[in-house]
């Protein structure tokens, strides 16, 4: 009867572990998702401030040369339905505050 005390109690204890190392294999693969998912967030974010021939070889709306840039806009900037305003317009509080 000793025997099979002895035995119940190392199959707890590999029980256990076993379930622990389950734990630990769900936890890591949810971390290695999560781990991917920010380092596409990084890498979409670092291209967009940085300028390398990568970066410059694919569609960044950042790059803008002579008022044009590779990527289409949805409404160009020259277009002549997009009017611009033509008057300066001056806060009434900037005007008091620097001439009085």
């Known amino acids: 009867m000793h025997e099979y005390t002895s035995l119940e109690n190392f199959w707890k204890r590999y029980n256990k572990v076993l379930l622990d190392k389950v734990a630990l294999d769900k936890e890591k693969s949810t971390l290695t998702d999560e ?57 009434a509080a900037h005007v008091i505050k620097h001439t009085i």
């Open 35 to 91: 781990n991917q998912r920010l380092r596409a967030i990084l890498k979409q974010y670092l291209d967009g401030i940085s300028v390398n021939d990568e970066i410059l070889s694919q569609h960044n709306p950042l790059f803008v040369v002579n008022q044009r840039t590779n990527v289409q806009m949805s409404i160009p900037v020259l277009d002549p339905r997009i009017k611009r305003p033509t008057q300066t317009v001056v806060e």
